[in-house]
């Protein structure tokens, strides 16, 4: 009877979806940051709630929600590159919280096709006292640069990494994405823009090191 049992859970165990990078997490799965991670990560452990995919033309990427702030909902992708893996964090940010970040005069040239590159500065950095932005140190920077102009890309609700083909308009919504760096490429302001609508992000980029721990749902 008992080497029935030690049977059963060995096969248990064997069955257990093993994660070896960031890049495999899906649905139901768990990620915990490292302590030296910026105050909203650190030491904390998110669920990932979504996986959504973005097609642009010679690739794609995908995202994942990522739930366990009280406050902030973020979107993790992951950077699969040999040499460097990053990860990037993002927060959506609502028009009050980028007019506390930036002078809006100076942000809405983000969208201007002349002139090439584009240069912002931050007003207030979000560790000054009573800062709106109060939750998001470590996550911006003094300076922006946009060199692109606007992206062409798809945003498609779910999963697609076992899928073949491209996707494309008739899989999601049409977007044009506009992204701009910091000089020591750490942070960026990601902006996109839909019929009607824009999404603005603060996004971080680090070292896939962040990460401390990773647990599968299943």
């Known amino acids: 009877m008992a080497g029935r049992f030690r049977k059963w859970f060995s096969s248990q165990a064997k069955s257990r979806r093993q994660l070896d990078s960031a890049g495999q997490l899906a649905t139901g799965d768990l990620v915990k940051f490292k302590l030296l991670a910026p105050p909203l990560l650190a030491g904390q452990t998110f669920k990932v709630d979504e996986v959504n995919t973005y097609q642009y033309e010679h690739s794609s990427e995908t995202e994942f929600v990522l739930r366990g702030s009280p406050r902030r909902t973020l979107f993790m992708t992951v950077d699969s590159g040999e040499d460097d893996p990053a990860l990037r964090l993002s927060v959506k940010l609502s028009r009050a919280e980028v007019a506390s970040l930036f002078d809006l005069d100076q942000f809405a040239r983000v969208f201007d096709q002349e ?10 950095a979000p560790d000054e006292p ?3 932005l109060a939750d998001l140190q470590g996550f911006t920077a003094p300076e922006y640069v946009r060199t ?8 498609c609700k779910g999963d697609f990494r076992e899928r073949r ?3 494309d308009e008739a899989d999601g919504e049409a977007l044009d994405y506009y992204c701009l760096t910091s000089t020591d490429e750490h942070y960026a302001i990601e902006c996109e823009v839909y019929d009607g609508d824009d999404d603005v992000m603060c996004t971080l980029i680090e070292d896939i090191r962040l990460i401390e721990e990773l647990w599968p749902a299943t």
């Open 115 to 124: 002139g090439g590159e584009v240069i912002i500065h931050r007003q207030h």
């Open 130 to 132: 009573g800062h709106l």
């Open 148 to 155: 692109p102009f606007a992206i062409t890309a798809y945003f």
């Open 165 to 167: 083909k491209e996707l």
